[in-house]
C-alpha cells in the first residue's frame, strides 16, 4: 500500500495546480520536474476524459515552457470536442 502523503499528492487537480516535488520526493529518488509532472498530469486528464480539470488545464496553454503550452492546447482541443460528440 502507497502512503497516505503520497496519494493525496498525486491527484491530476493537485498536480496540475503545484505539484508537491517535497512529498513526492521523500519515496521517489529519481530527479523530479515540475513542468514534466504538469505535462503528465494534462495528457492522464485528456486521455481519460476529465473535462472536470479543464479550468486547470486551459491557464497552461500560457506556458513559458513551449513542450507544456502545446500538450495543453492539444488537450483543450480534446477535452472539448469530447462534449459534441455523440453517444
Known sequence: ???T???ESLTLADLLREP???IISKYNSH???VIRLKTQAVLAAANTSRQDLLP???PLKDS???PLAAIATWAEKR???LSSTPK
Open 5 to 7: 502523503d503520497l496519494v
Open 20 to 22: 508537491d516535488v517535497g
Open 31 to 33: 530527479h523530479l520536474s
Open 1 to 3: 500500500m502507497l502512503p
Open 79 to 81: 477535452l472539448t470536442g
Open 56 to 58: 486547470l488545464i486551459v
Open 64 to 66: 513559458d515552457d513551449q
